[in-house]
């Protein structure tokens, strides 16, 4: 069998003209702050990207670049004028932070209203208990991708390969909300590869280069791969071995071109979304 495409960036480009409409229709400028703390290359191309993202969309997305030696207490400072902002409805702190600097000191300091990356306690609770609020980027365009490809989550048998707190545990709440019967597999799960081909949906976020061979997916399965791993020759690869995986799969998403154009979608979408909540 080879497995069907799913073309996140034929998905995210929907969204994202979708979401420009919407805000031409607000009648007001949606404002987004993004901050990044020192130099780190992958962050200030994701940080890039956001805001150029932003910009297309209609959104004001102001771009703060701090210097890597910034205090705590001066990000602390940052935040809480973004917080009291009227003209700002989104803050995301780009991560991950700097050596020296608490960052969940720094996502509690987000008005959880404002709290577009969906990281704040306040709104993972509420996904905790089934009322998402603003939901993380990532899992979210993972939610979106599947009902676009017509992937039945209802009853499914899902595994979230990793259990990160941007993407793992919000990925399993999400789809527990969605009726599927969820698994959260890691680093310590016993036999990782019988649990994955229980998979009807398996969710890779683990950050091992294609570490998911065939041989772990159960025939016809869906395979969301969240990985974005550069190779030593160059390339990006993502957690699951495509070739092999696609081979074996009903539905697979590619890396690049996949999951990642769906994670700046959403964060347009969670902008506007706090935007018309707030005002
Ligand atoms: N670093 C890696 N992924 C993310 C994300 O989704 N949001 C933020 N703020 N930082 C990240």
């Known amino acids: 069998m080879t497995a069907r495409l799913i073309d996140g960036k034929a998905v995210?480009?929907?969204?994202?003209?979708?979401?420009?409409?919407?805000?031409?229709a607000?009648?007001?400028?949606?404002?987004?702050?993004?901050?990044?703390?020192?130099?780190?290359?992958?962050?200030?191309?994701?940080v890039r990207t956001k805001d150029r993202a932003a910009r297309e969309a209609g959104i004001d997305?102001?771009?703060i670049r701090l210097p890597a030696d910034t205090s705590q207490t001066d990000l602390l400072g940052v935040i809480r004028t973004l917080n009291t902002d009227p003209a700002i409805d989104g803050i995301l702190v780009q991560l991950p932070l700097p050596n020296g600097i608490d960052a969940r000191a720094v996502i509690e300091a987000i008005d959880p209203a404002k709290d577009v990356d969906g990281f704040h306690?306040?709104?993972?609770?509420?996904?905790?208990?089934?009322?998402?609020?603003?939901?993380?980027?990532t899992p979210l365009g993972v939610m979106k991708l599947l009902r676009?490809?017509?992937?039945?989550?209802?009853?499914?048998?899902a595994v979230v390969l990793g259990r990160s707190a941007i993407v793992g545990r919000p990925m399993a709440a999400l789809l527990l909300t969605a009726d599927a019967t969820v698994t959260i597999a890691h680093s310590r799960t016993r036999d990782l590869p019988a649990e994955c081909r229980g998979a009807d949906i398996l969710?890779?976020?683990?950050?091992?280069?294609?570490?998911?061979r065939g041989d772990w997916i159960k025939p016809g399965a869906a395979v969301i791969d969240v990985g974005i791993n550069r190779l030593p020759d160059g390339r990006l690869t993502g957690d699951a071995a495509f070739v092999s995986c696609a081979g074996v799969a009903?539905?697979?998403?590619?890396?690049?071109?996949?999951?990642g154009p769906m994670t700046v979608a959403c964060l347009l979408e969670n902008t506007l979304t706090a935007a018309l909540r707030r005002r």
């Open 250 to 259: 009903g539905a697979i998403t590619p890396v690049p071109g996949g999951v």
């Open 121 to 137: 306690p306040v709104n993972v609770g509420h996904l905790a208990n089934g009322h998402p609020a603003l939901v993380p980027c």
């Open 61 to 63: 997305a102001r771009t």
């Open 203 to 212: 969710i890779a976020a683990v950050g091992r280069p294609e570490m998911v």
């Open 26 to 46: 607000a009648g007001f400028t949606p404002g987004l702050a993004v901050v990044l703390v020192g130099e780190d290359p992958a962050s200030s191309v994701y």
């Open 148 to 157: 676009s490809a017509g992937i039945e989550t209802r009853g499914a048998r």
């Open 12 to 24: 995210a480009a929907t969204l994202r003209a979708e979401v420009a409409e919407k805000v031409r």
